[in-house]
């Protein structure tokens, strides 16, 4: 079945009357979200750092390229396969790492419903420490679909290498190490509420399923919240330097990935360190105001890597915006707020309603437009416009 055939089962079931139920929009999305979600952690979700230009810069930059439609092609059938990491992928969609899935759900187990969704659909979830369930929980979800990891480097060794054993004995395809947010950004909705999750308490449950994490506590974590929250707070994260990364390297065999690369200088280094992927992403703009958008970064990091597969995230809102980023040198394109508002407002199917209608719309652009395969979508597919 063609990812497209999600449109016709839409207008096949208005024909009985049923319409559907979520948005079919990120701006209808979102709004809906809104509304839905508990005002400090709509914030949480939508904010961004400082005045948040970044965030802004990302959706923006994809307004200033345009696809070139290309006729006699015969796009009949699509393909919008890919094949990386050893592993072949039905399309060249993931989900982002999101440390606030837990809470974003109606029933607290956001992580859970996400990967259900991932196993619905065949779109790979990149987990986040921060889990409302354990990692092994989350892992049982996927199906036959493959997950990632994604770890923030805790100072204490001891505790990474466990967190990244445990991901592997889970069943993980590759570990992600997100480089992008060594501390927490100035994020003014958040200070404006005094809210942060994990010093409430949220999204902690890998660290308070860790044995290296437990054996540091004084008591358990079920009995001493305060305690978990000053350990953890003590131990997240901790800027590495390009001599921490071959340590990185020998923790796990499986494909090592290093998120937050915007600079070409910083893939080569990469590449030359011995990961497997670069991830270019300036984290949606959350953490650091002021940066060049990350669509901007993406050619010159895919030619620094040099044929290593690149990821791709950080603004990215419909069907289009994917089909740019995949002309731009992206092997596979991150969805992030996008899921998140399904999965406020749908749960599981939520989120696989946002999935298929992006997949959606990339597969139609894709026959319309005659390019059969995401193989076709090469720089000079794109113009920039004005």
Known sequence: MAFGDYQSEIYLRGLAGDLPVLPMTYAGLEAKASAAMAPSVWSFVAGGAGDEFTQRGNVSAFERWGLIPRMFVGAKERDLSIEVFGMKLASPVFMAPIGVLGICAQDGHGDLATAGAAAATGVPMVASVFAADPLEDVAVEFGDTPGF??????????????????????????????????????????????????????????????????????????????????????????????DDLPWLRSLSDLPLIVKGICHPDDARRAKDGGVDGIYCSNHGGRHANGGLPALDCLPAVVEAADGLPVLFDSGI????????ALAMGATAVGIGRPYVYGLALGGADGVVHVLRSLLAEVDLIMAVDGYPSVGNFIAEALQRVG
């Open 149 to 242: 990891f994604q770890l923030y480097v805790p100072k204490d060794r001891e505790l990474a290498a466990s967190l990244v054993k445990r991901a592997e004995v889970a069943g993980y395809k590759a570990i992600v190490v997100a480089l992008d947010q060594p501390v927490t950004g100035w994020r003014p909705r958040d200070l404006a509420a005094a809210y942060s999750l994990p010093l409430r308490g949220h999204s902690l449950a890998n660290y308070t399923s860790d044995p290296v994490f437990r054996a540091a506590l004084a008591q358990p974590p079920e009995q001493d919240l305060r305690t978990v929250v000053l350990h953890w707070s003590q131990v997240w994260s901790n800027p590495l330097n390009w």
């Open 317 to 324: 809102r419909s069907g289009a915006d994917i089909v740019k």
